[in-house]
């Protein structure tokens, strides 16, 4: 497991903003930047993703209906 210095997250996130698919050039890049591999660069957009999605069937079951009686 890597622990990512807030520096390093502050950087993730703001490429995040911009996109959710990082090209493998761009995530080369952030990976020699950020002193990662780029397999963790990978590793972290696709957390990312998977908690985004989780997150919105969070949202859509609470704020949905209630159908069962």
Not at 13 to 30: A, G, K, N
Not at 40 to 58: H, L, P
């Amino acid at each position: 497991r890597t622990t990512l210095t807030p520096y390093q997250l502050r950087v993730l996130f703001r490429v995040w903003e911009r996109t959710q698919y990082p090209s493998s050039d761009l995530r080369f890049r952030l990976a020699n930047s950020l002193l990662m591999t780029p397999r963790n660069v990978q590793i972290w957009f696709q957390n990312q993703r998977q908690k985004t999605k989780e997150r919105a069937e969070m949202r859509r079951r609470t704020h949905s209906p209630n159908t069962s009686t």
